[in-house]
């Protein structure tokens, strides 16, 4: 079966530090990756996604993460946070096959000013 | 482009009752879900569709039932809603750029 963990519940990064959110998998075959962000009172939005190809893709508002699959890792990073980047992040999963994404539990980031 | 639209975005019932949420997407996705979310649990799928004319069960489908009505649109119905029901139910729909779009959520109590 295909899983995602997402190891920190809560994250905190002051404004203008470089901020880390973790990502672990597990998945049969070759994985397809997503990072997605959710707003208070909001549905998610999709930051990025890694298919194939060059192991650090970038997506939107200047995040971008990093495939590693020897460590079945997908964790996303950001130079320097904005207060405006608190959210809740949740990293998602899925193999080739047309197979519904299995989503983390989530990680609430909170950048402090 | 609406997107993924849901109705309605919060609900209210009694143990028992019945209601059934509306989905609908506008670009022409073949492939719809209904997720739920809960404190703590991430998203849980219920049941996703990966084709008009299909339905498939999820990780949580005990107590739902769901219609693929057209291509557009994904129904998920409460047959006799239950307390551990409350939720916020998000539909998503995905083509073929492999990435889900989601609904606004309906927040749903049951009391």
């Known amino acids: 079966a295909q899983s995602v963990a997402q190891p920190e519940d809560q994250v905190n990064v002051a404004e203008g530090n470089p901020l880390t959110v973790k990502c672990t998998y597990s998945?049969?075959?070759?994985?397809?990756l997503f990072w997605y962000v959710q707003y208070p009172n909001r549905g998610l939005q999709f930051l990025l996604k890694y298919i194939t190809g060059d192991n650090l893709v970038k997506g939107s508002y200047g995040f971008e993460a990093e495939f590693n699959k020897s460590q079945t890792s997908f964790h996303l990073k950001k130079p320097s946070a904005l207060v405006s980047d608190s959210a809740l992040y949740f990293c998602a999963a899925r193999n080739s096959g047309n197979t519904p994404l299995v989503f983390g539990k989530g990680t609430r980031l909170s950048v402090i000013a | 482009n609406a997107g993924v639209t849901q109705t309605p975005k919060f609900q209210v019932l009694k143990t028992g009752q019945s209601m059934t949420l509306q989905c609908a997407q506008d670009?022409?996705?073949?492939?719809m879900y209904w997720y739920r979310q809960d404190p703590g649990m991430g998203l849980r799928l219920i049941y996703y569709?990966?084709?008009?004319?299909?339905?498939d069960k999820g990780e949580v489908p005990n107590g739902y039932n769901v219609s693929r009505l057209n291509k557009r649109e994904f129904s998920l119905r409460l047959e006799s809603a239950a307390p551990s029901q409350t939720s916020v139910y998000f539909c998503?729909?995905?083509?073929?750029?492999?990435?889900?779009?989601f609904g606004p959520g309906t927040r749903l109590t049951v009391t």
């Open positions: 998503a729909s995905g083509g073929t750029l492999y990435e889900q779009y």
């Open positions: 670009m022409n996705h073949n492939s």
């Open positions: 569709s990966a084709s008009e004319g299909t339905t």
């Open positions: 998945v049969s075959g070759n994985p397809y």
